[in-house]
């Protein structure tokens, strides 16, 4: 029996594969996805989200907006790490395939997420990959609401490696105040999936080029949005031809949990200091006092997510682009 998912997703790039990967992967049941600010505004992680749904003939999945500011912050931090539409975003405001047909549904995403957990009569896996404000969200309003899923697979945050600061990964920061309430909200099973690994598990030029000559839609797409990043950040992430797609590993991992590698560990979230905001605070030492809340993956497989990637997306992604 395929296991039901929602993904979360500030659709850019990396976002834009894992969606991908969850839609056409068979054991995989991907019942929605929700968006949230992030990557890009709301407005466009909704319309691109809708655009690679439609392009691999997955349409029929429903994408409902959320919200579109953090939760506690009066904007939307204004900092980031490259320049919108530059040569080193490795996003860009809109994916490069076709705008969609489909529409997002009437319905927001705090609402949907609400009602389907509260409803569900087998429990569900969440899979956020950016910034947390829908998910803390939806805690506000019904706290009981972690018994509905079976594990929290996150994206973000990082121990030895950050980005957006010297101290802090992208989502984690986007909404330190959403991520502090969802690490700690008490879900049966908590993944987080850092920098730390998802550096570990690049993928390479020649791995694109095998996706492209797949000759699938979304092997083709593929292809495409992970050459823009390895474009963005060579010489800045890594010196090799290959680049980091942070939110397919999660994806991954749903189907193949051996390509990451973990340790439990608490993690809190910094919310206060001004030069450690968003700070994901891992205790890794020996007898630490406080109960891990967290399966952290300090590890993870490049080869084997190569692997998946091209068997996904070359034998199950041959759906008619819109």
């Not at 994916?95 to 969609?100: A, V």
């Not at 705090?110 to 569900?124: G, P």
């Not at 099973?189 to 598990?201: M, W």
């Not at 020996?286 to 967290?294: E, F, R, T, V």
């Amino acid at each position: 029996m395929s296991r039901k998912i929602i993904l979360d997703v500030d659709t850019g790039t990396d976002d834009a594969v894992a969606i991908m990967f969850a839609a056409l992967h068979p054991e995989l049941d991907l019942i929605g996805v929700t968006t949230v600010n992030g990557n890009v505004p709301l407005e466009n992680t909704t319309d691109n989200t809708l655009r690679v749904l439609d392009w691999i003939g997955r349409s029929q999945i429903p994408v409902f907006a959320g919200l579109s500011r953090p939760i506690a912050r009066l904007g939307f931090p204004s900092t980031k790490h490259f320049e919108r539409d530059s040569d080193n975003d490795p996003h860009g405001s809109a994916l490069s395939i076709p705008p969609p047909r489909s529409t997002r549904q009437d319905t927001g995403a705090v609402e949907f997420l609400v009602e389907t957990l509260r409803a569900t009569t087998e429990q569900i896996t969440l899979v956020p990959v950016g910034p947390l404000s829908n998910i803390a969200t939806v805690l506000a309003i019904d706290p009981s609401l972690t018994e509905a899923v079976d594990e929290l697979v996150v994206m973000g945050g990082g121990h030895a490696v950050t980005n957006v600061t010297a101290s802090a990964e992208f989502n984690i920061w986007a909404d330190p105040e959403a991520a502090s309430v969802v690490l700690s909200a008490g879900f049966a099973r908590t993944t987080l999936v850092p920098l730390d690994a998802t550096h570990q598990a690049l993928v390479t030029r020649s791995t694109c080029l095998k996706l492209e000559k797949s000759g699938t839609p979304a092997g083709i797409a593929a292809s495409r949005f992970i050459s823009r990043r390895i474009s963005a950040y060579h010489g800045v992430v890594s010196a090799e031809d290959a680049a980091p797609v942070h939110d397919v590993v999660c994806t991954a991992y749903l189907v193949q949990p051996q390509v990451i590698t973990t340790r439990s560990v608490h993690v809190a979230v910094e919310t206060t200091d001004c030069l450690t905001v968003g700070r994901t605070v891992m205790d890794t030492r020996l007898g630490a006092a406080q109960k891990p809340n967290a399966d952290v993956a300090f590890g993870a497989d490049a080869e084997l997510l190569a692997e998946l990637l091209l068997e996904v997306f070359t034998h199950h992604g041959s759906g008619a682009p819109a």
